[in-house]
């Protein structure tokens, strides 16, 4: 069958410019969001977004606390505007520090978490590209995000940059805070850049492969995607993109999980498993082990990596190669091209359209109403 690129696929290619890009609009921005004195002010960061911008969140918690020493929480938008403890809020010299993420700022539940976190008295530092959204205008400070338009499709380059964005404010605080020499930091800092020259040169291959991948895989009725630390972020953003571009059921969970629970899953033969595993992460060992049992039970199976065969005891699977930086606090940013090449193309070989073309019983979701238009309510 003949590959054609489609908006999805398209916005996969366009990243490695686009973190070149990014680059020159977020790093002088994340030098000055704050002032010196409030980065040092910072005892506690809670993230917080909903969709692609929780998945963001929770692909950069482990950087903030390893670059900055500070207790890191992701929390969801609704638990943290209906649930979250106050009493955890307002703490000494405006603690936590809650950075919302919403590209839009438009959601009705990330507005509502950042009015409840600021009537606290929490410290709210917004990354959004909407000044003027509910976000915008409910934020202490904002990053100022700059994405230049693209053809319509699952967010892939909106994630992109909320990643980037994120991991370069968590280099910016261990900067300031001394946990680090300025020479390190910006020793992160070009790292970053080295993976989109990176991503570029493994781009055409990876793309052929998740071409294949997707033929193969278009008439399966589920996909599991697994991964954990740094890895679970782009596996819980790859049953995402399955589920807004292809519109099948489609799971999601963490490498220890997988043997309690999505282990006995029936008709495994038919179920579509990508393992997102990363040489460098801490569950490694246990990755291996699940490509070994995910055989056993007849998966088809991707491996995400920035190894290879060999890493796996050379266990049977399609091994998709990701950039491997130097600092292991990167690994998120581009390592979840693959998902959104493998979703684009299932999607594009059924005729699916993406998100349902919010048409028929899916209408009400025109123009992103059914996350806009909902009750704001303060406790």
């Known amino acids: 069958m003949e590959k054609k690129s489609n908006p999805m696929s398209r916005q996969v290619m366009s990243l490695p410019r686009l973190i070149e890009e990014q680059y020159e609009d977020l790093e002088p921005k994340t030098r000055t ?20 911008s929780y998945a963001a969140t929770m692909a950069t918690k482990h950087a903030f606390e390893m670059l900055t020493g500070i207790p890191t929480e992701v929390v969801t938008a609704l638990e943290l505007g209906r649930y979250y403890c106050k009493r955890h809020m307002g703490v000494d010299c405006r603690n936590p520090l809650v950075i919302a993420v919403s590209n839009s700022g438009t959601g009705a539940r990330v507005a509502e978490a950042v009015q409840r976190a600021r009537k606290y008295g929490c410290f709210v530092l917004g990354v959004t590209g909407n000044e003027e959204s509910p976000l915008g205008k409910n934020s202490d400070k904002i990053l100022k995000l700059n994405i230049p338009p693209f053809e319509g499709a699952p967010g892939t380059r909106s994630y992109m940059v909320s990643v980037m964005s994120l991991l370069l404010l968590a280099i910016r ?21 080295r993976q989109g020259e990176e991503l570029k040169k493994l781009l055409p291959e990876m793309d052929e492969v998740c071409f294949k991948v997707a033929e193969k895989w278009k008439d399966f009725p589920c996909y599991d995607f697994v991964g954990g630390g740094f890895d679970y972020a782009t596996a819980w953003f790859g049953q995402a993109k399955i589920l807004e571009a292809t519109g099948k059921f489609v799971m999601h969970i963490n490498t220890e999980e997988w043997f ?25 060992s246990r990755s291996k082990e ?24 050379s266990e049977e699977a399609v091994y998709i190669k990701v950039p491997k930086p130097e600092a292991q606090i990167l690994m998120p940013l581009t390592h979840f091209a693959p998902v959104c090449l493998i979703a684009a193309y299932i999607s594009e070989l059924i005729g699916e359209k993406y998100g349902r073309g919010c048409e028929g019983d899916w209408s009400f979701a025109q123009g992103g109403a059914g996350v806009i238009n909902s009750e704001i309510i303060l406790d």
Do not use: W
């Open 33 to 52: 969001v704050l002032s010196f004195q409030e980065i040092f002010n910072i005892q506690r960061i809670v993230l917080t977004g909903c969709g692609d």
């Open 173 to 193: 605080f261990g900067e300031v805070r001394m946990n680090y020499t300025m020479d390190t930091a910006m020793q992160y800092r070009e790292e970053m850049k």
């Open 290 to 313: 699940l490509v070994k049992y995910a055989n056993v039970l007849h998966r088809p199976l991707v491996v995400i990596t920035d190894g290879g065969a060999l890493d796996f005891d």
């Open 260 to 284: 309690h629970l999505n282990f006995f899953a029936r008709d495994a033969k038919h179920m579509g498993t990508v393992v997102v595993a990363n040489t460098t992460n801490p569950a490694h």
